[in-house]
């Protein structure tokens, strides 16, 4: 059993930062790629940003230049670092990650973190 605590989320004003994190605990061996969606009212969850346990960093062109994803395989963490901010940022954050058992991946995914950006 794996799980995934989100934490980080809030409201902020339009250009400001915040920081998300996802740790996975519980029967982890290995873990492959920690990525970060979000969903936003009325709208389909969207890729944000991912990262391969090699450190490969991929992002949504909505973000890049203002978010960052890394990750601390020794803590199981992934994190989001989310400066100058927009109103349309506003949505529900969610983590994946996919863990390895074998000849399997697993995905999971955190329970969701609410950000907010007010103008």
């Known amino acids: 059993q794996v799980q995934l605590v989100e934490s980080g989320g809030g409201l902020v004003q339009d250009g400001g930062s915040l920081r998300l994190s996802c740790a996975a605990s519980?029967?982890?061996?290995?873990?492959?790629?920690m990525g970060w969606y979000r969903q936003a009212p009325g709208k389909q969850r969207e890729l944000v940003a991912v990262?391969?346990?090699?450190?490969?960093?991929n992002y949504a062109d909505s973000v890049k230049g203002r978010f960052t994803i890394s990750r601390d395989n020794a803590k199981n963490t992934v994190y989001l670092q989310m400066n100058s901010l927009k109103c349309e940022d506003t949505a529900v954050y969610y983590c994946?990650?996919?863990?390895?058992?074998?000849?399997?991946?697993?995905?999971?995914w955190g329970q969701g973190t609410q950000v907010t950006v007010s103008s």
């Open positions: 994946k990650v996919g863990i390895l058992s074998g000849i399997w991946l697993y995905d999971y």
């Open positions: 519980g029967s982890i061996r290995s873990i492959n790629a």
């Open positions: 990262i391969t346990s090699g450190g490969t960093a």
